[in-house]
């Protein structure tokens, strides 16, 4: 899968990159995390702070376009980004390694595990 950075801009207001793409790829349309994966090895940065917002694979052809975003820290994108959009790139889990952890061990206290 190759990856062409089409526009990048920097949204000083925002504290944020933001970036346009085309994926070129062989067979399926590629998934987010796929997507994703290649994104951040290309811009090289932290994986908690990409989000991409738009994947469209154009019609006949073996590519994809999109629009991703590119945050400073993880507060930012919280306070920017709706929750779906946060959800479709993280999961269910929401950001961060350890939320998911944190949260299941509240339900056992609450429920007196």
């Known amino acids: 899968m190759e990856i062409e950075i089409t526009k990048k801009n920097s949204n000083q207001l925002l504290r944020r990159k933001e970036v346009f793409f085309r994926l070129k790829h062989g067979g399926a349309s590629p998934s987010r995390a796929q997507a994703r994966d290649v994104l951040i090895e ?3 940065c932290r994986p908690n702070l990409l989000v991409i917002d738009m ?5 006949g052809k073996r590519e994809t376009v999109g629009y991703a975003k590119v945050y400073e820290n993880e507060d930012r994108l919280r306070e920017i980004e709706r929750e779906h959009i946060i ?10 390694e350890g939320e998911g952890e944190s949260q299941g061990q509240g ?3 609450e429920k007196g595990e």
Not at 55 to 59: A, K, L, S, V
Not at 87 to 96: C, Q, V
């Open 42 to 44: 290309k811009l090289r």
């Open 55 to 59: 994947m469209r694979t154009e019609f």
């Open 87 to 96: 959800k479709r790139n993280f999961g269910s889990l929401g950001l961060g």
């Open 107 to 109: 339900e056992k206290e």
